[in-house]
């Protein structure tokens, strides 16, 4: 059955998009907002009518005398204004506190629900497809009181309210002439509905330019940000930076400036249609009462409903829709469109795994969005239990079958098997916990050293003993004791008693952090470049331990550094997206082949007197 809310104008099925979402942040406040704005809409319009009332009351009663029924009436009319009008000043600040505290839960959910949501699928591919980092931004913005969505929920109550009582006023005044209430129950929707298509196309508008603006971002913190400003000031890039983050956050701005200028023929056309329909209820209610058709008591209601009836459509509460009709659908259907791409609860993976082997077959790979193969029909069989250096050019594609081992990407052809099971057919959140990756560009999270260690197995990151044991494996231990707050101390420098490291010392909590994961059940351990930031003694004493530290592990280590690669039990030359060579350090040499090569050279560099031993 067709979805009638798909024929909905889009700021209506943005405000529809917001009152679903409601019930799911509080249910007793949505219930709040319910009946608040129906008793706001309805008092106003009560109000008008008792007074109304009243004032009719009142001629009878001072003809009739104090102790007519007329003047009980009179009273009794008195009281029942009085209390409508306590009730409408208690409604509103109630109102407005409970909607203010709900719109913050609606922008609170609803980056929640984006940051679910990301994480959902099995890989990384959706985190560099620029149409989801556009829409990423919004959420960044999300808490923002420029694009707050929770802004539409507190111009709810506002709108809301007018539009009821803009259609109880037209109700009334079709007691008056009944084509007279339905010209404003015809006139005012389409006044809305214009000027929401207006503020609708500036929203639009703002977020096609997201990549524009998102380089502006980029630029902007680049000079705010402390990690680049060593290079922004060695540079004196900052005149540049400024310049640029001017041009680009115009030509971002541009569009949406232009789309905000009010349209001559827009708002002509509404002041026009307004300024007659006033004219014509007005002059019709002057008339009917100069000639006696009208009491008073029914001239003082139309003129209060006629009154409310104008009272719609103003404010910037409209505008406010508009932000929800732009982002909240956005978001939602973010949500769902990644939950398309959810892992498959996969088959489970046992404690010991992989205990045979991990097998590349004829593996391609070609990164999301790219024209070209990264690996090209790569075969390689690592042993469980082994040691197994990949050496390699740049860009050869080291990383990269990592990246498929560890399951951010899958192959797109060939196969990877562990212990002859498909890895696409893995439970994808099992299997990596029985991965620790220490990464090139690994992470250097500003939290206390604990937990920059313990988020390799979140799980365990209260376990003193264990904590204690990875950083002795990675040699940090008394690095970490002698730190101001010890364990507690925040590895930044921008909080108070917060210590930033060498390059060094950040590489060796990484790779605290990747023993943490092995402490925790990984069986499989991925050194990428572990001592590219070392001094030659951190990095002897690594290489020390390698056996050590790779005990009844399955190791993958990547590095240039030949006499490092040598003491792995065997080693596979990457060329060109394939494996050209593999083998044990002796085969390679005497095969004399791209290995030996590459061997020879550095160890000549390194060797001053024509030894080969590196
Ligand atoms: N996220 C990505 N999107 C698109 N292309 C990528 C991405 N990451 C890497 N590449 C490309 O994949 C190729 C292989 O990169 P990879 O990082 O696997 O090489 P590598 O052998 O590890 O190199 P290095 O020794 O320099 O670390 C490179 O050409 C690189 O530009």
């Known amino acids: 059955m067709p979805n009638p809310l798909h024929n909905l104008p889009p700021t209506a099925k943005g405000i529809v998009a917001v009152l679903r979402v409601l019930p799911r942040v509080s249910r007793p406040r949505t219930a709040l907002l319910a009946g608040g704005v129906v008793v706001s809409a309805v008092l106003p319009i009560g109000i008008a009518v008792v007074t109304g009332l009243l004032i009719g009351a009142i001629p009878i009663a001072a003809r009739d ?50 940051l679910s949501a990301l994480a959902r699928p099995r890989g990384i591919a959706h985190l560099e497809d620029p149409s989801v980092i556009d829409e990423v931004r919004i959420v960044r913005g999300l808490g923002m009181s420029a694009h707050r969505p929770g802004q539409t929920v507190e111009a709810l109550p506002e709108v809301l309210t007018s539009w009821l009582r803009a259609i109880g006023s037209a109700a009334v005044l079709t007691w008056f002439h009944w084509w007279l209430g339905l010209l404003w129950l015809v006139v005012w929707p389409i006044i809305v509905y214009r000027m929401q298509r207006d503020y609708l196309r500036v929203g639009e508008e703002g977020f096609g330019q997201s990549a ?54 827009m708002v002509l056309g509404s002041a026009s249609a307004i300024l007659v329909i006033n004219v014509v209820s007005y002059g019709l209610l002057a ?27 103003v404010g910037d509460e409209h505008l406010y829709l508009s932000n929800a009709a732009v982002t909240v659908p956005k978001v939602l259907s973010l949500e769902k469109r990644l939950a398309g791409d959810s892992a498959e609860p996969g088959l489970p993976v046992g404690a010991d795994v992989p205990a045979q082997e991990i097998r590349y077959e004829g593996v391609l790979f070609r990164y999301p969005g790219t024209e070209r193969d990264v690996l090209t029909g790569l075969d390689l069989v690592i042993p469980a239990g082994q040691s197994l250096a990949i050496v390699g050019d740049n860009g050869a594609g080291k990383t990269s079958l990592v990246k498929l081992l560890a399951g951010f990407y ?5 196969k990877i098997s562990v212990d002859g099971t498909d890895l696409a057919s893995l439970d994808p959140e099992a299997w990596r916990r029985r991965v620790a990756v220490l990464f090139q560009d690994f ?132 060329s060109g997206g394939r494996v050209i060579e593999a083998g044990g350090h002796d085969d390679l040499m005497d095969q004399d082949g791209r290995y030996a090569h590459l061997f020879r050279l550095q160890a000549e560099r390194f060797q001053p007197v024509g030894g080969t031993d590196a």
């Open 65 to 114: 005398g104090a102790d007519s029924p007329a003047a009980d009436r009179v009273g009794t009319l008195l009281i029942a204004v009085a209390i409508a009008i306590l009730l409408e000043r208690l409604t509103s600040p109630l109102l407005r506190a409970a909607v203010s505290t709900l719109g913050r839960d609606v922008d609170r959910y609803l980056q929640e629900v984006v």
């Open 212 to 265: 524009q603006l998102r380089q502006a971002e980029y630029v902007r913190d680049l000079a705010l940000d402390p990690p680049p400003a060593k290079e922004i000031r060695l540079w004196g890039v900052l005149d540049w930076l400024v310049t640029r983050f001017d041009t680009l956050w115009q030509a971002g701005i541009g569009p949406i400036r232009r789309a905000r200028r009010p349209r001559p023929g």
């Open 443 to 574: 992470t250097r999270y500003h939290l206390p050293v604990r937990d920059n260690i313990g988020l390799g197995a979140p799980e365990h990151a209260g376990d003193e003993d264990m904590l204690r044991r990875a950083a002795a494996r990675a040699g940090i231990g008394d690095l970490i004791e002698s730190l101001p707050n010890g364990w507690d101390t925040v590895l930044s420098q921008a909080y108070t008693d917060g210590v930033d490291l060498s390059g060094g010392q950040w590489q060796r909590v990484a790779l605290a952090r990747a023993m943490f994961a092995v402490e925790a059940g990984a069986k499989v351990l991925v050194l990428d470049e572990p001592a590219a930031a070392l001094d030659v003694r951190a990095e002897a004493e690594l290489y020390e331990r390698f056996l050590d530290l790779t005990q009844g592990l399955t190791t993958i280590l990547i590095s240039h550094r030949f006499s490092t690669v040598r003491r792995a039990d065997r080693i596979a030359v990457v």
């Open 410 to 414: 899958e192959p797109t052809g060939g």
């Open 287 to 313: 008339y009917a009462a100069v000639r006696g058709d009208l009491t008073l008591a029914a001239l003082a209601v139309f003129v209060g409903a006629l009154a409310d009836a104008n009272e719609y459509a």
